[in-house]
């Protein structure tokens, strides 16, 4: 009759004849009288399983039982009557050890031995089973029988024999002093090994402390990177109104001064040239023509917005926020300068083509090595453009008083100057800016006069 799964009424398993036999002193207490909760909750589940007649069940009902019996195999118990036989022959051993009488002591000892021995075994089977894979006992098993081949080719071979002969035969005097010898090289050695250890150490430290710095400058360049993308933002919100004009009211504008020349202050020369080059691609730094009532920026009808530079206004003027500054190898291409103060500036080795520095104070500025192809210095002939004045206007028609001030800059090993920049430096540079002029100025007069 078949069993419905769901039956209140569960068969009992039938005990296997190992069950069934009484166990000995040392037995494995896979009795059902000595079974563990664990044991107990274990055959319940065995008893469930083989309520279910399927062939998979079946196959489960097998592996439960397999991984059951080895859990119990691995279940070691050791009767009261053996643990009372082993203490009885350890006080044996010690009562023979305290009379001085040799047959007590030995006979408590072996009997101590083999009880100890049988109780400790399944525990190292166990221990060896779980600890040491079979590769493991493999090799030490192999470097056992290594062991003992050595020891039989040196014993059986005559090996041995000889080599005790050959030691017998050596002054071992002379010996010594090759030990005390072999002793100081090894100091030496030593001493050269710990030199080597703490050289590596160095240059591990080294290499350590170049890659930290490297990453500190990386942090230091994203910081600065994430600071000016938050100054460009600031200044569009700040100067542009909902269409997208200019919208640079006198407050605006002074705030766009301020923070432009706190932030100078926090980058370096990479970063400034970026601003630049923002600035000036964005017409802020372009005096434009304004509404002389609203004073907004006016259009010149092509899409731009209209350039005065004799009454125009700046949204952001330079001033004096880069004298002094180092802009030393950055990229400048088309930025408009004009006008800004770069007194005491190193511009040396900077892209400065088609950059706009007329009016634009250059006194003791280093321009070595720059490119100043198509750089503009001045408005009008080269033969009347002059420097800025304070007192007089500038004439952009004529180029009076539109000239950079040149005077005591460096313009050694400039690349692609051409003719006019050439003679308007030489004529208004000095004795000290004419020194640096690639090719010499002997041909072209000092108008400067100092």
Known sequence: MTIEPNSPNLP?????????????????????????????????????ISSLQSPQHTAALQQARSSFGQRIANQFTVKPRALLITLVAIAITFIGVAINNWFIGIFGTLVTLVLSLVMLLPWLKYVAIEWFSPQDRTIFVAFVGLLAAAIGLLKFTGVGSRLLLWGSQINWDIAGTLAEWFGALGQILIAIIAVYVAWRQYVISKDLTIQQNLLTVQQNIITQQQTIDSYFQGISDLVLDEEGLLEDWPQ????????????????????????????????????????????????NGFGGYAEDRIAGVRVIDLGVMLAAADLSGTDLRWTDLSEANLVRANLSGCDLVKADLSRTILYDANLSGADLNGIRLFYGSVEKASPRSRTEPPNYETGEHTGAVVQNADFSNVQRMSDATRYYCCAWGGERTRATIPGGCEDIPNLLGR
Not at 26 to 33: S, V, Y
Not at 268 to 295: E, M, N, Q, V, W
């Open 252 to 299: 605006e504008r002074a705030i766009a001064e301020g923070r432009t020349a706190a932030i100078f202050s926090s980058v370096d020369g990479s970063g400034k040239a970026k601003i630049l080059r923002f600035l000036s691609r964005s017409k802020l730094l372009t005096p434009l023509k304004r509404d002389r009532h609203l004073g907004r920026a006016i259009l």
């Open 12 to 48: 009992t398993p039938e005990s296997s004849p190992e069950n069934e036999s009484q166990p000995d002193d040392f037995d494995a207490g896979a009795n059902e009288n000595h079974l563990s909760s664990e044991a107990l909750t274990a055959q319940q589940a065995l008893a469930a």
